[in-house]
């Protein structure tokens, strides 16, 4: 009885945690589960969370049925551009806010997190009309140009972070001649790797992941991302193949759990140091 009332306050924390664990990791376990069955088995009266006999095919003719590999070759372009898009102007934009001194800067930031209330939908007609005027509607150009003009949201994170480098660390570095350019090359960016980590692996995610962007500006199926092509897939057939479809998605998702899985400390450390000190 005194054990319980000693560790009674960890016992319901650790309760809940797993209750948590359980309600994330249920749809994973249940999509992998559902990608090794068979279609009679997924369509069956009562439901079973393993299946009776592993049909490992249903991966290989889930990319058989769609041009995967083409689709899976789009998003990577798209994330790959996104990311360096998102990096190089929101560490620039954000150094300019964290480390120079200008009449007005702090307004001009308020501005710019303003920015991140805006919804969408808001910009979406507008963003339309303009890939449209410079003839980008159709190809993966307005899925990663507008990256490469800053996020608010990173360039706060990365603004948070560069606030706590030392400033006498600048100031040596400028006495012995080094530009602001090189100021941030040598000094800062070294010294924030795991922010920079975050900023690349939020910006990969939402890239990997996005679905209303290329529904809106893709027009030809040689160059549609995997989102779009998983719609696509469910599309093509007069009944839903579930068990195909939760193949693709399972290999869709593999990539960024392997992705948060090798780099999950950086990924940690990045967010705690970018968010909560400064």
């Given at each position: ?19 948590g ?32 006999e ?7 003719q ?48 308020a ?57 006498d ?18 000094i ?38 995997l989102s ?51």
């Amino acid at each position: 009885m005194r054990f319980f009332r000693k560790y009674s306050g960890k016992i319901l924390v650790y309760g809940l945690l797993c209750i948590g664990v359980v309600a994330f990791l249920f749809p994973l376990v249940w999509m992998v589960s559902t990608s090794l069955k068979s279609n009679a088995e997924v369509m069956q009266a009562t439901p079973s969370l393993f299946p009776k006999e592993l049909q490992w095919d249903n991966y290989k003719q889930a990319t058989a049925s769609i041009p995967f590999w083409r689709y899976a070759m789009n998003s990577l372009l798209v994330c790959t551009l996104s990311v360096t898009g998102t990096v190089c102007s929101s560490v620039l934009v954000a150094y300019g806010f964290a480390r120079l001194e200008w009449r007005g800067r702090d307004n001009v930031f308020a501005l710019v997190l303003a920015t991140m209330i805006i919804p969408f939908p808001v910009l979406m007609v507008p963003q339309f009309v303009i890939f449209s005027e410079l003839g980008m509607i159709g190809s993966l150009k307005p899925l990663w140009v507008p990256t490469f003009f800053g996020s608010a949201f990173n360039i706060f994170l990365l603004r948070q972070f560069f606030r706590t480098i030392p400033k006498d660390l600048s100031e040596a570095a400028r006495i012995d001649g080094c530009s602001e350019l090189g100021i941030l090359c040598r000094i800062i960016l070294p010294l924030s790797k795991a922010p920079i980590l975050v900023v690349a692996l939020f910006q990969f995610i939402a890239s990997w992941n996005d679905f209303l962007g290329p529904l809106i500006y893709l027009t030809r199926q040689e160059s549609f991302t995997l989102s779009l092509g998983l719609q696509f897939f469910q599309g093509q057939h007069g009944g839903t193949q579930w068990n195909l479809l939760m193949a693709t998605a399972t290999l869709m998702t593999l990539p960024i759990m392997l992705m948060y899985f090798f780099t999950q400390k950086s990924f940690i450390e990045g967010i705690a140091s970018g968010g909560v000190k400064g």
